[in-house]
């Protein structure tokens, strides 16, 4: 699925920013476009391997604090260590601690980590690649984490990804979540604060979990949503008090 959430987004998204238009990509800046795009779908594999694992609502909000801890880390708001003591919290309520009673699997954890931390060098490497343009990077990145995506898409399923039905639902996936989103996002931004922009985003974990709930029938322990509000209420927090939300990603599940 990732790998076919990459392919028809980068089909699309060059069809309709047409990236090869323009002045010519400098070689310098060529480099930071590949890592920013194979960064990109590095983050759609681990957190694919995720949600295979663990509950959507968790992976999400474990996901959601790469970003959270990016910008906490460079803010010298004395405010700010409240919402990274709420992360931390949260985090430390899905650790599978050894004799916990609620275990969640370790690799899945692991994977939802490594979706986080590939998030935060998403975005270091956008303001890296942004003076191409937004629509334009992201266009020519997506290429390159097509890169990371298809030869673990082809290893893993072959042949059937050529299978019309399973090409009906990866175009449904990359359209329903990379190439609108895109668009809606950015029409957001032109019409709201940054701090109402960072409180929605900031949701995205209790949507996931909603999701979770009514689509895949995932319920999680009280525990489990205690963390996950937790998450939210520091993301919320650093979103109110920090110059800039955290910042979305275009290729990120339910954002």
């Known amino acids: 699925m990732a790998a076919l959430r990459t392919g028809f987004a980068a089909l699309g998204l060059w069809l309709l920013v047409r990236p090869w238009r323009g002045e010519p990509v400098p070689r310098a800046r060529l480099g930071w476009l590949a890592a920013y795009g194979l960064t990109m779908g590095l983050m759609n594999l681990t957190v694919y391997w995720a949600i295979a694992r663990i509950p959507l609502g968790l992976a999400v909000a474990i996901e959601i604090a790469g970003p959270l801890l990016l910008v906490l880390s460079l803010s ?11 992360a931390v919290a949260g985090l430390s309520l899905l650790v599978p601690w050894p004799g916990a009673a609620e275990r969640l699997d370790p690799l899945g954890l692991a994977f939802a980590v490594a979706a986080g931390t590939c998030w935060a060098g998403y975005i270091v490497l956008g303001k890296r690649v ?52 895109y668009v809606l996002e950015m029409k957001a931004l032109a019409h709201l604060s940054a701090k109402t922009f960072g409180l929605i985003t900031s949701s995205a974990p209790a949507v996931a979990a909603l999701a979770g709930f009514v689509v895949l029938g995932e319920r999680l322990t009280g525990t489990q949503w205690l963390a996950v509000a937790l998450m939210i209420g520091a993301s919320a927090g650093c979103a109110l008090t920090a110059r800039s939300p955290v910042p979305p990603a275009p290729d990120a599940p339910l954002l």
């Open 76 to 86: 010298r708001r004395k405010t700010d260590f409240l919402w990274l003591a709420l």
């Open 130 to 181: 942004s003076g191409l343009g937004g629509a334009r990077s992201v266009a020519i990145g997506v290429v390159f984490a097509c890169l990371v995506t298809l030869p673990f898409g082809i290893g893993h399923a072959g042949s059937a990804l050529l299978d019309p039905q399973v090409l009906a639902w990866g175009a449904g996936v990359a359209l329903l979540s990379s190439m609108v989103p």
